[in-house]
């Protein structure tokens, strides 16, 4: 299967406390996204960041991309209660340019 | 703009029923998909559209049917309704980026 791995499966921190989950996959890649799942609704889009590119930022948000690694991490700075929710990882393969395949997510939790 | 919009938002059937799952979107995208999420797991690509008239199948297309005779339209049709298809499907469509924007979900339930 080509699908894309994310540890950890959960996580717990505090309040005020930064959050990274990482993703690998397997396959050569054009891009790799990130996404936010609320409890019971749908996936919201976080950041898009290219297969030539090795860093973006989005307000508290940083993602990292290696493609030697063939992995992905994505920071979350400054937590708060409202960043509770399961995040996924989807990438574009460079065999399909249409198709993303997924993560199993990391559902975080943050406590306050 | 609305977005994509799904309907119905919860849906129960029996084994062997059938039914539609509604998925429209206002933002013109060509490209439109139906995953599958079940517990524990990422999204399973059940069938996609790069346009009107144009469908193909993802990664767990067997036991469903789509269409798209519009840009806007895209339903999922499930033929024979069985417990393996006890999921919550969203509908999502992607932009020239390659953002996907998702619709609210529908959870079926097939007992």
């Known amino acids: 299967s080509q699908q894309g791995e994310e540890d950890p499966q959960a996580l717990s921190i505090q309040e005020g406390e930064n959050a990274t989950m990482n993703c690998s996959y397997k396959t050569s890649i054009n891009n790799l996204q990130w996404y936010r799942q609320n409890s019971g609704r749908g996936l919201v889009h976080l950041i898009l960041i290219r297969s030539n590119e090795r860093e973006k930022h989005s307000g508290r948000l940083r993602v990292t991309l290696d493609t030697s690694k063939k992995s992905s991490s994505l920071l979350i700075t400054a937590s708060r209660a409202a960043d509770t929710a399961s995040y996924f990882c989807?990438?574009?393969?460079?065999?399909?340019?249409?198709?993303?395949?997924w993560g199993a997510g990391t559902k975080l939790i943050i406590k306050p | 703009n609305a977005g994509v919009t799904q309907t119905p938002k919860f849906q129960v059937l029996k084994t062997g029923q059938s039914m539609t799952l509604q998925c429209a979107q206002d933002?013109?995208?060509?490209?439109m998909s139906w995953y599958r999420q079940d517990p524990g797991m990422g999204l399973r690509l059940i069938h996609y559209?790069?346009?009107?008239?144009?469908?193909d199948q993802g990664e767990v297309p067997n036991g469903y049917n789509v269409s798209r005779s519009t840009t806007e339209d895209f339903p999922l049709r499930l033929l024979s309704a069985a417990p393996s298809q006890t999921s919550v499907y969203f509908c999502?469509?992607?932009?020239?980026?390659?953002?996907?924007?998702f619709g609210p979900g529908t959870r079926l339930t097939v007992l």
């Open positions: 999502a469509s992607r932009d020239f980026f390659g953002e996907q924007f």
């Open positions: 989807a990438f574009g393969s460079m065999d399909s340019n249409y198709q993303l395949i």
């Open positions: 559209s790069v346009g009107a008239g144009i469908t």
């Open positions: 933002m013109n995208h060509e490209y």
